[in-house]
């Protein structure tokens, strides 16, 4: 039979879970095994099913579920529980169905005798090169903890990062989308009725007019033509951005954009910087940090960076190097960083001050970038509300006049 149980771990957290057992007395000796004092547990009907059990396919774990499952995971190997103990009191915490299912995976995996780094190998699109390297290193070394929880401070970096950008983008994205909807409404309702009008009293309408009236026909006779071409339009543009070659333009031109450029290039050089340092400080060795961190990169370009940077250092030569001469990509100030990292041997550090130092600059020009936007937003705003009024409004002062 199958109880589920709300219960209370020696720290005071909360959780809930399902666990088997023959009867009740059983369920909750199982519980307390787990490490929880049971509040209360109920046996569940065979009957009942969730919805969200449901799988229609591969699911996805989202970046905060990782860094809850890496902060978990690192708290109780720390506290000294067993790795398969702790994957199995994570089973009993984790809501997503997909993460569930790696959990038990994993928990499978170690109990046949592989280890946990095999066992995240298995799921690419959920934990990354980068993930993986860190907790072999750390399973070599005997380190997991201190790997888990470098791992978990390094997704935190990047959510806390890609968030930033985000944040910076949503106010504009909001008010032009309000204009847009605003827009549709005013040709669809407003427009035909001034038309009628015009049309009624033989105005001589300018070519401005002519051009808004033009649009408010299209949009109101055609909407659902123009709204399938507009999503066959946006499904051909996703499609271009996904060719190699147009990619590769996409790359060039957001680091050459100005403002943007500038930010683009730090985010680069803070996730370079502290990707390498994460993986320094857990062990891996200097080629396999480059490679990974070259995964780890989006853009085609700074990927070639690393590419060089791989080459360089096969061949006996130095990272600081490539990065002094790739200014382009990267601020002048990160390879004089790996240069001094490199010549006092305290590249890890050196680099986790260069990811620091520009994730606080990605930080302040986001910022930045919301002022900016603003009144741009309102000169954009005041331009397309001026050429609407303006080609209203000058037709009725032609009627007017010829009415004196």
């Known amino acids: 039979m199958k109880f589920s149980y709300k ?13 088997e057992a023959r009867d009740r007395t059983e369920a909750i000796n199982a519980i307390r095994g787990l ?11 065979g009957l009942s099913f969730k919805l969200g059990s449901i799988s229609f396919g591969p699911g996805k ?26 994957l199995l009191v994570l089973s009993h915490q984790t809501k997503n169905a997909y993460l569930l299912k790696i959990v038990q995976t994993l928990s499978d995996t170690i109990d046949k005798g592989g280890t946990f780094s095999d066992g995240l190998a298995k799921y690419p699109k959920v934990f990354s090169a980068l993930f ?38 949503m106010y504009p994205s909001i008010i032009l989308a309000a204009i847009f909807v605003i827009g549709i409404l005013m040709f669809i309702y407003v427009v035909p009725t001034l038309t009628k009008t015009f049309k009624e009293l033989g105005a001589e309408l300018p070519s401005s ?11 109101s006779n055609h909407l659902l033509l123009l709204v399938v071409g507009i999503a066959v339009l946006v499904f051909l543009v996703i499609l271009a951005f996904r060719l190699p070659r147009t990619k590769k333009g996409i790359d060039w031109l957001v680091v050459r954009l100005p403002v943007i450029g500038t930010i683009v290039k730090e985010m680069n050089a803070a996730r370079t910087a502290r990707t390498m340092s994460s993986l320094l400080s857990s062990g891996v060795n200097i080629s396999r940090c480059i490679s990974i961190t070259k995964e780890v990169l989006q853009n085609v370009y700074y990927k070639k960076v690393m590419e060089e940077v791989e080459s360089v250092v096969e061949k006996g030569g130095t990272m600081s190097s490539v990065f002094k001469a790739q200014t382009k990509l990267y601020p002048v100030m990160v390879g004089e960083m790996i240069e001094v990292g490199e010549e006092t041997g305290n590249l890890g550090s050196m680099l986790l001050d260069v990811a620091t130092f520009y994730e ?6 986001t910022k930045d970038l919301s002022t900016i936007i603003e009144p741009v937003l309102m000169i954009f705003i005041g331009v397309a509300v001026g050429f609407f009024a303006v080609s209203m409004l000058s037709p009725m002062y032609s009627i007017m006049d010829s009415i004196k």
């Open 7 to 19: 219960g209370r771990s020696k720290e005071g957290a909360v959780t809930t879970g399902v666990v």
């Open 35 to 45: 490490g929880f004092t049971p509040i209360f547990v109920n046996q569940k009907s």
């Open 61 to 86: 774990v989202k970046l905060s579920e990782k860094i809850l499952f890496t902060r978990n995971l690192s708290g109780m190997l720390k506290a000294g529980l067993p790795l398969s103990r702790a």
């Open 132 to 169: 993986v390297s860190m907790v072999r290193a750390g399973e070599e070394s005997g380190g997991m903890p201190g790997a888990l929880t470098e791992i978990g401070i390094n997704l935190e970096k990047s959510y806390a990062l890609n968030k930033k950008v985000k944040s910076a983008m």
């Open 209 to 219: 007019t002519k051009l808004v009236i033009g649009l408010s026909d299209l949009i």
């Open 360 to 365: 606080g600059e990605v930080d302040t020009k």
